[in-house]
């Protein structure tokens, strides 16, 4: 008889970091990298939003001079879009989270998915590059003539930061399409998609067909700027509201490129701490498709008092009325969802009812005024519009992120967080985002214009207000960040499905292995079913795959 030899068991080498992680292919490690720099950014346009409120404690320039003013919001308002939200909601949630919810073992295209997070990553250099070496001063929009004769590197590394980073949501975009398109799981079909799923799907599209608009628009700026060429030059035959025209083109689009997604985590918290099944799945999917489709249309909304005579507004108009219905489609079946439910209020829950939903009937709210051309014309360029687009993109999107980074902090970690820091967490945020932005209403309806350093004594109050919001929110931003970083290595260690929730992240273990699943799972069911006992055994319904 043949001795059998066994070779001993060698543990494998642990790997270094740049092969774990600088090197990795991994989607999930791709996602959580896109996190942790979103996080980074976050803090820094916070910072500049802190500056900013600063200076407006006083009418006068009391702290810094109205040119460094001008370019502490162009760059808030530059990090904030390009280089926190977007990259949030578009690579750090849906990197982690389409493959899993789908059943598929990666991304369609890994590397190029690394790539993508790489040119991000760059694109932020850039923009950090312009506080060292002189920092845009022109306004996140960046409007010609003055764009294009303001002195200083400052534009030119804005401009190659948006280039880097668009493309980088170019790559992305094409990734998430083809990883819906081709690697679901057996059974998935598009009407058994996670709605995450699905509005992360309409998201990848409007990136695909918008981002090229602001390329060419950033590129003839820069061209303007530096080869002499007259595309924004009126004096010489140039146009500079074609500018206008290819900015919004992408960026009207681009706030449905922050919210759409942000809806998709809403629609997965609400059921699951309501232990109710979603209310009106496919009304909840195809307005999604819808707000994709419509945000096409209503770009020109921005530019009603920039010369566009009145019969090219009213369409506008219309499609900007139009666009809200879906929207309310969303609300009404978030609440419905909600209506009787055995509603549990946990950290995420009261991000998603009352931090998001309290919040973004106010921005929408706001949003249909200034859409009015009459409206808008009173409106424009106050801080009424500073109001409303922050209750959007905070109120919204930003309490959106904050509902997912708690609701799937235990699935990427495998711990809990602190619970009692979470709630106090989300209070400070409530809080300071009502009475942050709330008082800018005010302040726009008496008249007080937006992007200035000194103003008139008798908005001061209103301004002091806002400030002392945006502190408590600087405060509750540190006990967020601080609670995570702090649970990630001494938080309570949990289950796969501390939730017991249905979607398929939830069936594998906390965190995921690397392949995501032993074996691909074969889907027979949605995961938004009622919570049913079966009735012989008594003993609860076994988890569906």
């Known amino acids: 008889m043949e001795a059998v030899l066994r070779q001993p068991h060698v543990e494998p080498r642990p790997k270094s970091f740049i092969r774990d992680w600088v090197l990795t292919v991994d989607h999930k490690k791709i996602g959580i990298m896109y996190g942790v720099t979103s996080i980074f950014f976050f803090l820094v346009g916070g910072l500049f939003a ?33 280089a926190v939200i977007i990259p949030f909601l578009m690579g750090a949630f ?25 040119l991000y990553f760059l694109g932020g250099l850039f923009m950090l590059a312009s506080i060292i070496f002189g920092m845009p001063d022109a306004g996140w929009t960046a409007y010609p003539p ?51 799923v699905w509005s992360t799907f309409v998201t990848a599209w409007m990136q695909l067909f918008a981002t090229p608009a602001l390329a060419g628009a950033v590129t003839t700026l820069l061209l303007d700027r530096h080869w002499h060429t007259v595309f924004y030059n009126a004096s010489q035959g140039g146009d ?18 922050m919210i759409v997604p942000a809806f998709g985590i809403i629609s997965e918290v609400i ?11 496919h009304a909840i999917a195809y307005s999604s498709v ?54 549990e209020y946990e950290v995420p829950m009261m991000f998603a009812s009352l931090g998001f939903i309290g919040s973004f009937i106010i921005g929408g709210f706001s949003g249909t005024i200034v859409a009015m051309v009459p409206l808008d014309m009173h409106l424009h360029d106050t801080y009424f519009v500073v109001a409303h687009i922050h209750y959007v993109l905070f109120g919204g999107a930003v309490m959106c992120i904050m509902a997912g980074l708690f609701y799937w902090f235990p699935k990427v970690t495998g711990r809990m967080y602190n619970n009692k820091l979470g709630y106090l967490g989300f209070w400070l945020y409530f809080i300071g985002t009502q009475v942050t932005f709330f008082p800018m209403h005010l302040l726009g309806l008496a008249g007080m214009p937006r992007r200035i350093a000194g103003y008139a004594p008798e908005f001061q109050f209103w301004n002091d207000v806002a400030t002392i919001g945006s502190y408590i929110l600087g405060v509750g931003t540190i006990v967020i960040v601080a609670n995570l970083v702090w649970s990630a290595k001494y938080g309570v ?22 392949h995501n699943f032993d074996e691909i799972p074969v889907v027979t069911d949605t995961p938004y079913r009622p919570y049913t006992l079966p009735e012989v055994s008594g003993e609860p319904e076994p988890e569906p795959v």
Do not use: C
């Open 50 to 82: 802190l500056l900013v409120r600063t200076e407006l404690l006083t009418p006068h320039e009391a702290f810094v001079s109205a040119q460094t003013y001008n370019e502490f919001y162009t760059m808030h308002a530059t990090i904030m879009v390009f």
């Open 94 to 118: 849906a990197n982690y989270l389409v493959p899993i919810q789908i059943g598929a073992r990666d991304m369609a295209f890994p590397r190029m998915n690394a790539l993508s997070f790489w």
């Open 146 to 196: 003055y764009s294009v004769t303001s002195a200083g590197p400052g534009i030119d590394f804005w401009v190659m930061a948006i280039h880097v980073v668009g493309l980088s949501s170019i790559l992305g975009a094409i990734n998430i399409i083809v990883t819906v398109l081709r690697m679901r799981a057996p059974g998935m079909t598009f009407h058994r998609l996670p709605l995450f």
């Open 240 to 257: 500079p509201m074609m500018y206008q025209h290819l900015f919004w083109f992408y960026s009207h689009p681009a706030v449905y490129i």
């Open 271 to 281: 059921p699951v701490f309501s232990r109710k099944p979603i209310f009106g799945y």
């Open 290 to 343: 819808a707000i994709g489709f419509l945000g096409f249309f209503v770009w020109a909304h921005h530019m009603f008092v920039a010369g566009m005579s009145m019969s090219a507004g009213i369409p506008f108009m219309i499609s900007s009325l139009v666009i809200a219905v879906p929207t309310s489609v969303k609300i009404f079946n978030w609440l419905a969802t909600m209506w009787r439910g055995a509603v």
């Open 493 to 514: 260690k949990v289950g796969p499905n501390p939730w017991k929730a249905r979607t398929l992240e939830w069936q594998t273990s906390s965190p995921p292995p690397e």
